[in-house]
């Protein structure tokens, strides 16, 4: 990119971070995304501040040629939306060319979900890990810290960035929820149960004997930010997944999300809960749960209308 270029990026980066709290993987992601627009617009000669929507339609097209999928490609034109209309309002361009640039058609994807009777089993073999009597003390302590992220995952729903970044005291609280800082710096209540208390507990009472020094994390780990990474939390939820004889593919951190807001509205909760214990900041986001909400719809007119199959 020239510098020309390059400023526009990193001024509109600045404004996400700045003003909408975005994190550091969304700003990463917008970055790569804006990265190749304006590497595209540069092979034609083109600042973005002068792009037109000519330009920008041909954008698309060249994704399309390239392979791309529909959600990758309306995830890009998503972050050149923002760009151009950053550039327009701040003054920098005199027009917004991607103002009225439709996306490419997608279908609505459903997200990956795991059964209640699944769940179950991924649990219990994690439990069944910390009590392997033939494990070292080391392969001990990572069962016990593995089944106390679990726990606290489907308890919760909280994003797999927010749950290995849980401060110590998290596991320490007498309460049955916990404030929980989102995105955008939202805070949040989420509930904890029993079980994941318990998790947390033994879980503890393990990391605290074997620690040279105290960390501030719950899932302390020689990291660049000194707690567990999402990665690694990821490969040791397939590991206790292939354990419990679940196919490795269907099952990861965001999965479990799914699972704990799909589970919560088959038994009656309100998509409106749902978005707060989610934290979604708008309702769409988590309206692609509602396929749940419409099989508990036609298994309620099916059991309880009169003149339904079968009544009367």
């Not at 849980?166 to 929820?177: D, G, N, S, Y």
């Not at 589970?263 to 986001?285: F, K, M, P, Y």
Request: proline share 4%; glycine share 6%.
């Amino acid at each position: 990119m020239t510098l020309a270029r390059h400023r526009f990026v990193a001024l509109f980066l600045d404004m996400m971070a700045a003003e909408r709290g975005a994190a550091v993987n969304t700003l990463a992601a917008y970055r790569r995304d804006l990265e190749d627009y304006v590497g595209f617009l540069a092979r034609h000669q083109c600042d973005p501040a002068e792009a037109t929507p000519a330009l920008v339609r041909s954008y698309l097209a060249s994704l399309e040629q390239q392979g791309l999928k529909a959600s990758s490609a309306a995830r890009r034109l998503s972050a050149v939306r923002q760009f151009h209309r950053f550039l327009y309002l701040e003054g920098y361009a005199a027009a917004d060319p991607a103002a009225a640039t439709a996306g490419p058609k997608r279908g609505r994807s459903l997200p990956k979900i795991l059964s209640v009777d699944e769940v179950d089993r991924l649990l219990a073999a994690a439990r069944a890990a910390c009590e392997d009597p033939k494990a070292s003390d080391l392969a001990r302590r990572r069962a016990l810290r593995l089944r106390c992220l679990l726990e606290f995952l489907y308890a919760t729903g909280l994003r797999v960035s927010e749950l290995v970044a849980l401060p110590r005291i998290a596991a320490k609280t007498r309460e049955r929820f916990l404030i929980v800082r989102g995105k955008g710096g939202r805070e949040r209540l989420v509930p904890l149960t029993e079980a994941a208390r318990a998790a947390a507990k033994a879980y503890l009472a393990a990391l605290e004997t074997s620690e040279k020094a105290p960390s501030p994390w719950l899932f302390p780990a020689e990291s660049a930010a000194g707690h567990l990474t999402r990665q690694a939390f990821g490969r040791d939820l397939k590991a206790v997944a292939a354990a419990a004889g679940l196919r490795t593919d269907r099952v990861s951190p965001h999965v479990l999300r799914h699972a704990f807001a799909s589970h919560l509205l088959q038994n009656g909760a309100d998509l409106r809960v749902v978005q707060e214990l989610l934290g979604h900041a708008d309702i769409s986001t988590t309206q692609i749960y509602t396929h749940v909400l419409d099989e508990r719809l036609k298994s309620m007119v099916r059991d309880l209308h009169p003149l339904a199959e079968g009544g009367g």
